[in-house]
């Protein structure tokens, strides 16, 4: 995690996916369980809003921010809807409309990542 400048909460540049230290100082959340959604209820097809007195709302969720970088690297460019938004809500968390291509490549990478801290 670096500090990245003014309200950018992740980046990437050539093979390296920056994460802002304190999400442009909105605070992550960092959810244990990502995949059962259960701090969120359903706003759209794909995206969830913090339920309220959550531990999400009024946070931004790290892990739609990781999957939108991951995205990048994956070729995908911003969409309208779902992880690839180009922007972020606090409270909210978009889910991605990928094929299984996209899930097959990062369950192969899983054992060769190296995590970095700056």
């Known amino acids: 995690m670096v ?3 003014g309200g950018t909460i992740g980046r990437v540049a050539s093979d390296t996916i920056y994460i802002d230290i304190n999400a442009a100082g909105y605070g ?11 701090e969120f209820r ?5 995206s969830l809003i913090a339920l309220p007195g959550s531990e999400a709302e009024g ?8 999957r939108h970088e991951l995205g990048h690297f994956l070729g995908y ?11 972020l809500d606090l409270g909210v968390r978009n889910l991605p409309d990928w094929n299984a291509d996209a899930d097959d ?14």
């Open 3 to 5: 500090d990245l400048n």
């Open 28 to 38: 992550w959340f960092i959810d244990e369980t990502p995949l059962d959604h259960s």
């Open 42 to 46: 359903y706003d759209r097809k794909l």
């Open 59 to 66: 946070l931004i969720d790290l892990w739609t921010v990781i």
């Open 77 to 87: 460019e911003h969409e309208e809807n779902g992880v690839m938004e180009a922007t």
């Open 105 to 118: 490549f990062f369950a192969s990478v899983k054992d060769e990542l190296e995590l970095l801290l700056f």
